[in-house]
């Protein structure tokens, strides 16, 4: 296994003690994302991506274990249900990918703290530009487009045109029916009218 390619994200000064995200690929064929770089007691070293744990109340409901009441039914939760760790400090997440012997975790962790490193000093250079995939500005901007597009249909729609066959093929619209007047104080439904 040898590790190829390792990006880094490097985080604003003032966040406390997260440093940087990254993601690691393998042979050039498996990649990890979501790892984290922390500043530790002695020294910066790498979190695993990980997700939070949750146990269910007693109506079925999934809730993190910090939660204090169901998100479902309301009810106050038993604040001490997570698992404890050895040093006697609740069990709050779980890591999806991880090392399993101290060797690997060395060979991960040296290899993603050297390319920090690099980063940190490419990043004084001018014009620098970070290499990280930051799937969620993509995921954010097509939701926007979405959002934007639903938004121009609903209008068209409540302005009482619709699209059939017919009117599509000649590039003209035929009001679907005529907007009937709405009493002053009463709000007609899906309409902007108040």
Known sequence: MVIT?????????????????????FDDCFVIRDLKIIEGAKGSFVAMPSRKLTDRCQCGCK?????RFCNQCGSRLDENRGL???DGRAKLHADIAHPINSTCREYIQNAII???Q????R???PGYVCRYDDYDAEYEAESYTQIVTEMAA???????YRTDDAH???GTHAPTETPQPTAPGKRKFGSGIL
């Open 114 to 116: 050297k390319a920090f």
């Open 154 to 160: 609903a209008r068209k729609a409540s302005e009482g």
């Open 168 to 170: 599509e093929q000649r």
């Open 5 to 25: 390619e390792v990006r880094i994200k490097l985080m604003d000064e003032n966040n406390e003690r997260l440093q940087a995200f990254c993601s690691i690929t």
């Open 63 to 67: 809730n993190h274990l910090r939660a």
């Open 84 to 86: 404890r760790a050895t």
């Open 123 to 125: 990043s004084k250079q």
């Open 118 to 121: 690099e980063e940190r000093e």
